[in-house]
């Protein structure tokens, strides 16, 4: 019986990766399904075939491509065209060949009689706010205006990584050539003086401090620079995987939501997530408990999750949605006592969406403080490290000149 090799995404969000015996592709599927796997990638394995050997890279597709194609198939499908020959359109105009694919892939899934949504989750290009945006969609008969609003979000978010990277290239170029002059000058440079630091110990006037230490980092790069980068590279991809395990999520998230600025605004961001994938779904009609469990996966961060989840579970006992996001700690006062009086007055969904509007600008503000801040810190850095490195080479000097 053929074996294809899987890659699929597991209840919890993970990614799995094996093997499957089925008697054909559509057969491989329905058995992934039957085990609570949303297959991503699917094919037949014969052996070692290279073709489908591909390195541990997402294929990706930019926020522009991505805002602008869904908001294309919100118009489309607006304007009486199926889904079907929106989706064909789309791919054959698709100005990224990864889009097209993926289309393509959409289209063909669709026309098996796969819903959207789930077509949609077998590619990773798609992230999680887009994907339960869309479920809820498909479920409440409001696609066109859910596609609607993710293209939108995409275009603000889009836009405000464009102001981010457009102030951070500045610092991001100073702290590059300054680690690269500062390496240069320990590498290349300080060796040429070993000779004369040598006779200076020799003589018994002895080298300052800052020099000896100058002289260990020069040494020590020298000799295990090489090492030094792999040991460097290697924690990096181990620490990516440990971060994409159940516990490394919620680890990490912890960490994040306890850094200073930086975490004030991922803490911000995903209450803003939160806010408005809710009232967007209560906006549409969709029963509370519902579109808790869905908006509590676009949040990004495990922790505010769990504590969404477990105010869907006070909700279904006939208890306010307050309560235990106010005992989480995870939403912020001002926020929880706008949802608490919204609740009484029966308009969660158009406060939670002013509360997301608001929160939006407020991150803006954040961002703009730590960019300003960043540049100043890189400068201070890179101008310690330069100084060092002169002051190691320079004192031995300075003292030779004051013994004659």
């Given at each position: 019986?053929?074996?294809?090799?899987?890659?699929?995404?597991q209840a919890d969000g993970q990614v799995a990766r094996g093997v499957i015996t089925?008697?054909?592709?559509?057969?491989?599927?329905?058995?992934?399904?039957?085990?609570?796997?949303?297959?991503?990638?699917?094919?037949?394995?014969?052996?070692?075939?290279?073709?489908?050997?591909?390195?541990?890279?997402?294929?990706?597709?930019?926020?522009?491509?991505?805002?602008?194609?869904?908001?294309?198939?919100?118009?489309?499908?607006?304007?009486?065209?199926?889904?079907?020959?929106?989706?064909?359109?789309?791919?054959?105009?698709?100005?990224?060949?990864?889009?097209?694919?993926?289309?393509?892939?959409?289209?063909?899934?669709?026309?098996?009689?796969?819903?959207?949504?789930?077509?949609?989750?077998?590619?990773?290009?798609?992230?999680?706010?887009?994907?339960?945006?869309?479920?809820?969609?498909?479920?409440?008969?409001?696609?066109?205006?859910?596609?609607?609003?993710?293209?939108?979000?995409?275009?603000r978010r889009e836009e405000l990584k464009g102001k981010v990277t457009g102030a951070?290239?500045?610092?991001?170029?100073?702290?590059?050539?300054?680690?690269?002059?500062?390496?240069?000058?320990?590498?290349?440079?300080?060796?040429?003086?070993?000779?004369?630091?040598?006779?200076?110990?020799?003589?018994?006037?002895?080298?300052?401090?800052?020099?000896?230490?100058?002289?260990?980092v020069s040494d020590f790069l020298r000799s295990y620079g090489l090492l030094v980068?792999?040991?460097?590279?290697?924690?990096?991809?181990?620490?990516?995987?440990?971060?994409?395990?159940?516990?490394?999520?919620?680890?990490?998230?912890?960490?994040?939501?306890?850094?200073?600025?930086?975490?004030?605004?991922?803490?911000?961001?995903?209450?803003?997530?939160?806010?408005?994938?809710?009232?967007?779904?209560?906006?549409?009609?969709?029963?509370?408990?519902?579109?808790?469990?869905?908006?509590?996966?676009?949040?990004?961060?495990?922790?505010?999750?769990?504590?969404?989840?477990?105010?869907?579970?006070?909700?279904?006992?006939?208890?306010?949605?307050?309560?235990?996001?106010?005992?989480?700690?995870?939403?912020?006062?001002?926020?929880?006592?706008?949802?608490?009086?919204?609740?009484?007055?029966?308009?969660?969904?158009?406060?939670?969406?002013?509360?997301?509007?608001?929160?939006?600008?407020?991150?803006?503000?954040?961002?703009?403080?730590?960019?300003?801040?960043?540049?100043?810190?890189?400068?201070?850095?890179?101008?310690?490290?330069?100084?060092?490195?002169?002051?190691?080479?320079?004192?031995?000097?300075?003292?030779?000149?004051?013994?004659?």
């Amino acid at each position: 019986m053929p074996e294809f090799a899987y890659t699929a995404r597991q209840a919890d969000g993970q990614v799995a990766r094996g093997v499957i015996t089925a008697d054909d592709r559509r057969q491989a599927l329905s058995n992934l399904a039957k085990q609570s796997l949303t297959p991503l990638q699917v094919n037949a394995k014969s052996g070692f075939d290279l073709k489908s050997f591909k390195l541990p890279f997402k294929k990706r597709v930019s926020g522009d491509v991505m805002a602008s194609t869904l908001a294309q198939l919100s118009e489309l499908l607006e304007n009486g065209v199926s889904l079907l020959e929106s989706l064909d359109i789309l791919a054959k105009q698709s100005t990224s060949s990864v889009m097209q694919e993926v289309l393509l892939q959409i289209r063909n899934d669709v026309a098996q009689g796969v819903n959207i949504d789930q077509a949609m989750s077998k590619h990773s290009v798609f992230d999680e706010l887009t994907l339960s945006m869309v479920r809820a969609g498909a479920e409440g008969a409001f696609l066109e205006d859910a596609l609607k609003r993710i293209s939108i979000f995409l275009e603000r978010r889009e836009e405000l990584k464009g102001k981010v990277t457009g102030a951070l290239a500045y610092p991001a170029f100073l702290l590059v050539g300054g680690l690269i002059v500062t390496v240069i000058l320990i590498v290349v440079f300080v060796p040429r003086f070993e000779s004369l630091f040598s006779r200076l110990e020799k003589s018994g006037q002895g080298l300052p401090g800052p020099t000896v230490v100058l002289l260990g980092v020069s040494d020590f790069l020298r000799s295990y620079g090489l090492l030094v980068i792999l040991a460097v590279l290697g924690s990096v991809i181990a620490f990516g995987r440990w971060a994409q395990t159940v516990q490394g999520r919620w680890i990490l998230d912890g960490v994040r939501l306890k850094l200073p600025i930086f975490g004030k605004i991922l803490h911000h961001s995903a209450v803003a997530r939160f806010c408005r994938v809710l009232g967007t779904l209560l906006t549409n009609g969709v029963p509370i408990v519902k579109a808790l469990q869905i908006s509590s996966s676009s949040t990004g961060n495990k922790r505010l999750e769990q504590a969404i989840l477990r105010s869907c579970e006070n909700i279904k006992s006939g208890e306010t949605l307050s309560a235990p996001l106010t005992a989480s700690g995870l939403v912020p006062p001002s926020v929880m006592a706008m949802i608490h009086v919204a609740e009484r007055s029966n308009t969660l969904d158009s406060v939670l969406i002013r509360i997301a509007e608001r929160t939006e600008l407020k991150i803006e503000q954040q961002l703009g403080t730590m960019v300003r801040l960043i540049e100043p810190l890189t400068l201070v850095l890179i101008g310690g490290l330069v100084t060092f490195v002169l002051t190691g080479l320079l004192l031995p000097i300075f003292d030779m000149s004051a013994a004659i």
